[in-house]
């Protein structure tokens, strides 16, 4: 699987934007963005994907460069809620693939108040 | 909102025993994963099953681990003769039929403490 490489810890203020950085410059052409978040004591969580254009949902949005080997996902006014771990993760779209998600240390997330 | 439902969300056994962990996947889903997560460290993927056999293990997933679904509904990992190493929460994640790019859900998990 394609690597990413995330910062291990950003800080925030809330009702302030977040912009959540990730690399992934061995990216593949069969490969999606995928973000999950962590909160604390509780399972993954899916936030938002995309493949090559920008993607918004109720979430978050997602903006993918152009040459698609970084990526950044924004949050818009973050909450104390939205402090976890998030993750970015490269899935392969592909018909041998059974679309395991592989994680890495991910950003950890503060915000303050 | 429908979602993967797990238990018991805590369990306490002493090394040697057998462990089954239980999870309801949301039903129209076919794909189904167990992930751990060991204190302080990252999630790690152990298995991924669909249509009734397992169709990815990681190299965590050996002989001591297996899954089943026994009845349509339930799916459940069984962890023979305990390790201390085994301590860790254990998500299980469903996804729909379809195309990779579909999202995974994931249970609250259940943590197991081996003594």
């Known amino acids: 699987d394609a690597k990413t490489t995330q910062p291990n810890s950003m800080e925030s203020n809330e009702e302030e934007p977040v912009h959540l950085p990730c690399n992934h410059s061995?990216?593949?052409?069969?490969?999606?963005i995928h973000w999950y978040r962590q909160l604390p004591s509780q399972g993954p969580e899916y936030v938002i994907h995309?493949?090559?254009s920008n993607v918004n949902n109720r979430m978050a949005s997602l903006a993918i460069a152009e040459d698609r080997k970084s990526s950044t996902l924004i949050l818009h006014r973050a909450t104390l809620r939205d402090a976890a771990v998030y993750y970015c993760?490269?899935?392969?779209?592909?018909?041998?693939?059974?679309?395991?998600?592989?994680f890495g240390k991910g950003t950890k997330l503060s915000v303050k108040p | 909102e429908p979602e993967v439902t797990q238990t018991p969300s805590h369990q306490v056994t002493q090394m040697g025993q057998e462990v089954i962990l239980r999870c309801v996947p949301i039903?129209?889903?076919?794909?189904f994963y167990w992930y751990r997560q060991i204190l302080g460290q990252k999630v790690e993927f152990l298995v991924s099953?669909?249509?009734?056999?397992?169709?990815?293990k990681s190299e965590i997933f050996d002989d001591q681990f297996s899954v089943e679904r026994p009845d349509g509904s339930n799916f459940t990992l069984k962890i023979r003769s305990t390790k201390l190493e085994d301590s860790a929460m254990y998500f299980c994640?469903?996804?729909?039929?379809?195309?990779?790019?579909?999202?995974?859900?994931f249970g609250e998990g259940s943590r197991l403490t081996v003594l």
């Open positions: 061995t990216i593949s052409g069969t490969d999606y």
């Open positions: 039903s129209n889903h076919l794909y």
């Open positions: 099953f669909y249509n009734n056999e397992i169709s990815e």
């Open positions: 993760i490269l899935r392969a779209n592909y018909g041998g693939s059974q679309g395991n998600l592989i």
């Open positions: 995309g493949l090559t």
């Open positions: 994640a469903s996804r729909r039929q379809g195309r990779n790019t579909g999202e995974l859900f």
